[in-house]
């Protein structure tokens, strides 16, 4: 018990340094992530997402407002990521605007590591236009609930609304199914909560860093559809994401070659859980009807590894998890050293 009572502190620098280290090294070189469990906030962010639109019969109109700078980007560029990840291959209209003025760059990262890799069939200004950043707080988001044309009169690019296809139709917030808003403060979630979700009645799903998170939780599920809180929001949300498109991308193949929707949704789940089963059912006699290039296509897009930029929420996790074990540790160490001195000075 002396010893640890006069242990360097030091070592707790070197124990947390590995904790830290160690995880990251070993995701780097491996790719193993952690696996995920998401909890209904994260659910609920991703359903609002998958169904917006759906009710009109159409293709959602979809305002995604990147409110936050690079010093937040470590817990909120991976939510950013995924939810247009999730846009695009949804086929939803993406409008992306910035109420802070390094918004626009994060609209671009995002933009550039998702749409331009992987979705380049995405036409600017048919699919998705950046109307960059507003300043005036939330006095934007006000103006934008009457005339969105007060505020926005060009793209980030200095294109005039009017020469833009997909911007036909759209007047103020009304005319979006949904505003998914990445927060990292003021101006941020909460403004848009009043000014937007409660003012107009529409839905609002928000991801925002972890000291915001508790002064947002009342608000969900009716002002907030879904929320996504910390890195461990992001992560969630990036697991059902990724899950999520592997199996579109499996249905959609199954459907292209000829099976009905009841028959390749279940199929698809089946080969999404277990992807080593794919091999296998493309050479038996029930894949018979299925071209040589739709069993690759299954088998690729069964087997294929997730791109590096869907899963830094993950990656995140891990030396996340054992830094805080190590601290639960200490903790717990440090009451029973407290405790086991205070007896034996009672007891003397």
């Not at 947390?16 to 609920?44: K, Q």
């Not at 809180?229 to 070659?257: F, M, P, S």
């Not at 296998?280 to 294929?304: N, Q, R």
């Amino acid at each position: 018990m002396n010893f640890l009572n006069n242990l360097d502190r030091r070592w707790i620098f070197l124990a947390m340094a590995l904790c830290v280290g160690v995880p990251i090294l070993v995701i780097g070189l491996t790719g193993y992530t952690f696996p995920e469990t998401p909890t209904p906030l994260a659910e609920a962010f991703f359903d609002e997402v998958d169904v917006a639109g759906e009710a009109k019969g159409r293709r959602a109109n979809v305002l995604l407002a990147f409110d936050f700078d690079p010093a937040s980007a470590g817990e909120l560029n991976p939510m950013a990521v995924s939810l247009v990840h999730q846009c695009a291959q949804k086929g939803h209209r993406m409008y992306f605007i910035s109420l802070w003025p390094v918004g626009p760059q994060m609209i671009m990262d995002a933009v550039n590591k998702v749409i331009k890799v992987h979705y380049p069939e995405m036409v600017y200004g048919e699919d998705y236009v950046n109307l960059g950043f507003k300043a005036g707080n939330e006095q934007v988001i006000k103006v934008m609930g009457v005339d969105l044309t007060t505020e926005f009169r060009t793209d980030v690019e200095g294109t005039t609304l009017s020469q833009i296809p997909m911007m036909s139709g759209i007047t103020n917030l009304e005319d979006f199914d949904l505003i998914a808003e990445i927060s990292a403060g003021y101006p941020g979630s909460k403004e848009w909560v009043l000014y937007a979700s409660t003012q107009f009645n529409i839905p609002l799903v928000s991801g925002m860093t972890g000291v915001q998170a508790p002064q947002l939780y009342p608000y969900f599920p009716n002002q907030l559809k879904g929320l996504l809180g910390a890195i461990k929001g992001a992560a969630e949300y990036e697991y059902l994401v990724n899950q999520w498109v592997r199996l579109d991308k499996l249905t959609g193949i199954l459907e292209q070659a000829g099976l009905p929707p009841g028959e390749a949704g279940p199929l698809a789940a089946e080969f999404a859980a277990s992807p080593d089963q794919v091999s296998t059912w493309t050479v038996s006699a029930a894949a018979s009807t299925l071209s040589p290039e739709a069993k690759a296509a299954l088998i690729e897009a069964a087997t294929e590894p997730i791109p590096g930029e869907y899963l830094e929420g993950q990656r995140r996790m891990g030396p996340q998890l054992f830094a805080h074990l190590l601290m639960v540790f200490l903790i717990i160490l440090g009451n029973v050293i407290f405790f086991a001195q205070r007896r034996r000075g009672g007891g003397s």
